[in-house]
């Protein structure tokens, strides 16, 4: 049975012919205007399920993700890149817009636990750190409107109060390896002499690949499993359930890690190409490198 507004069939289909009008609208004004519209469809969802709208925000939002909802201050943060384009297609307009319904379901999961502990005649030491912890006024309206569940929608709620803690630790984790990798695909980038003319150039060139090398082996075991505990959280589960039904996307791969591993075996292969031409030159010309 379906749990919350924004998993009902009426639902997701207003929010389809919403999208459908989101296609057909001018993509104009600034990266704050467009965010507005582009969460649009999705903030209806919201209001139609008596859920309190998050405030939006245009934010440098960790690497790899297109927005992120935060329940301490009740906002949807997201990343400016997707904004700031002058122009953008149908299809990246739906896909944005589906990233927000996604958000808007986290918002809806947090008011719905906060409406049944409103409900509860005895709270658990887990149901009060969520009351405490989350946003004030999202609390106020749950305790006007308090939810009894039957059993079977208690038990899913209730697990994602129970796991809200470790949730937390394991989403900073995530953003903590995102930003790493961040900086890893960074050094790859940076410049590289088109050709090397000394000694001093190779070392330097092998320096760079080994301490870039050491980076990714320590992200293989911090970033691809921070990311495997974050896709495997009740919440995200949830989400990536009910978006999927107007078009959303699979819980995240490392697809990143695997970029950034191609990016440095490429980095390597141009070391070793400059490096070996240096010294073909450099031995042709008589002065051969001791």
């Known amino acids: 049975m379906p749990i919350g507004h924004l998993e009902l069939d009426e ?3 207003a929010f389809r012919a919403a999208c459908d009008e989101l296609v057909a609208s001018t993509w ?3 990266a704050e205007a467009r965010l507005a519209l582009v969460a649009a469809p999705a903030m209806l969802a919201l209001d139609a399920g008596g859920v309190p709208r998050p405030k939006l925000e245009i934010a440098d939002v960790s690497p790899g993700l297109g927005a992120v909802f935060d329940p301490r201050k009740w906002i949807v943060s997201a990343s400016g890149r997707l904004y700031a384009a002058a122009a953008t297609t149908a299809d990246q307009k739906r896909h944005r817009a589906v990233l927000l319904y996604h958000e808007a379901r986290h918002s809806e999961q947090f008011f719905l636990a906060l409406r049944m502990i409103a409900g509860k005649q005895e709270r658990s030491v887990r149901d009060r750190n969520l009351v405490e912890t989350l946003d ?3 609390w106020t309206a749950a305790q006007r409107s308090p939810l ?5 929608d208690a038990r899913t709620i209730q697990a994602w109060i129970d796991e809200y803690p470790d949730a937390r630790r394991i989403e900073d984790d995530l953003v903590r390896a995102r930003d790493a990798l961040k900086e890893v695909f960074t050094e790859l980038r940076a410049t590289v002499p088109d050709s090397f003319e000394s000694e001093e150039d190779c070392r330097q060139g092998e320096l760079l690949v080994k301490g870039i090398a050491q980076k990714v082996d320590a992200l293989r075991d911090w970033f691809v499993p921070a990311l495997a505990k974050y896709g495997k959280l009740a919440v995200e589960v949830d989400a990536y359930r009910v978006c999927s039904q107007v078009g959303g996307a699979d819980p995240p791969k490392p697809v990143k890690f695997t970029e950034a591993e191609e990016e440095l075996r490429t980095l390597r292969g141009k070391v070793r190409t400059r490096t070996a031409d240096y010294r073909r030159r450099a031995a042709e010309q008589g002065a051969a490198p001791p």
């Open 11 to 13: 639902t997701l289909d």
């Open 148 to 152: 009894r569940p039957a059993a079977a």
């Open 28 to 30: 104009s004004g600034n």
């Open 136 to 138: 004030a006024r999202a």
